[in-house]
């Protein structure tokens, strides 16, 4: 499914306006996961944009003494939550600063990534209660950041992975997975490099990459500076495959069809 500029920027304004619920998105005539994914992009973007204002030192001191005045009424009370939603800041991201916060004002040392990263994946491991409480909740409601969204994102991209996996060996089509690749000492690697060319509706195809997010203008540049153009010079012209759609971008310097939006299930013919 491929979506004209006009068409994702309608989608867009809606998903904005409107909470994306179920009911929300049956009036677009688009698949779930392609408005969820949609959504998700345009929060991210949103965050990255509002991101500094949050991280000043007068901003993360009124946030923490709001937290605490907060739990001393109700401990219980999802203070950290619905501060993040006042503010307009991932939940998530929102108890990392506040956790941050704690532990440098309670610890004799200034606390590591890992110990805060591992916090927030196990709540359980922050010494105060309460908190610990509060970061929960902030980590279960958040769809966009944070630990638990994640793990989903990256079992989604495994899934899309053996599935395509699974398609490749159903045609007998020889090829290198992403493991292998890195244990040759490949650095950037496509999901499969095919070992033996394909045509896909007239286009050679000499590797494949996955991707469940769906392509936006702004993800479709960033994957051709970080990855599509180092697959394009060590093995040629390849497929990206965005499972979710994708905009209607191109850009003519990838020759034979890196971007030609594609069903693989349509077929394959060696060549």
Not at 29 to 45: G, H, P, V, W
Not at 98 to 112: D, G, K, N, V
Request: proline share 5%.
């Amino acid at each position: 499914m491929i979506l004209t500029k006009a068409q994702y920027k309608e989608i867009a304004q809606c998903l904005v306006s409107v909470p994306p619920t179920r009911q929300s998105l049956r009036k677009l005539n688009q698949s779930r996961a392609t408005l969820l994914s949609i959504f998700s992009q345009e929060y991210q973007k949103h965050i990255k944009r509002t991101h500094a204002k949050h991280h000043t030192s007068e901003a993360i001191e009124s946030y923490y003494q709001r937290y605490l005045n907060g739990v001393v009424k109700n401990g219980a009370a999802p203070v950290l939550l619905d501060l993040a939603n006042e503010v307009d800041y991932a939940p998530s991201l929102m108890a990392r600063l506040i956790l941050e916060r704690f532990l440098q004002e309670h610890e004799e040392t200034a606390p590591s990534k890992s110990v805060i990263n591992s916090m927030l994946r196990d709540p359980s491991q922050i010494p105060d209660g309460v908190l610990a409480n509060q970061v929960y909740q902030c980590i279960v409601n958040d769809c966009c950041y944070g630990p638990l969204v994640d793990c989903i994102k990256h079992a989604i991209g495994h899934e899309h992975e053996v599935l395509l996996r699974d398609l490749l060996l159903e045609k007998n089509l020889p090829f290198l997975g992403e493991d292998q690749l890195r244990a040759k000492g490949c650095d950037k690697t496509p999901d499969f490099i095919l070992q033996v060319p394909v045509a896909v509706e007239g286009h050679i195809i000499h590797w494949i990459e996955s991707k469940a997010s769906f392509g936006d203008e702004c993800s479709h540049h960033a994957y051709l500076h970080d990855q599509f153009w180092s697959y394009w010079n060590r093995s040629w012209t390849g497929i990206p495959i965005r499972e979710n759609g994708e905009g209607k971008y191109r850009d003519v310097r990838l020759h034979a069809g890196l971007e030609k939006p594609c069903l693989l299930r349509k077929g394959f013919r060696g060549v």
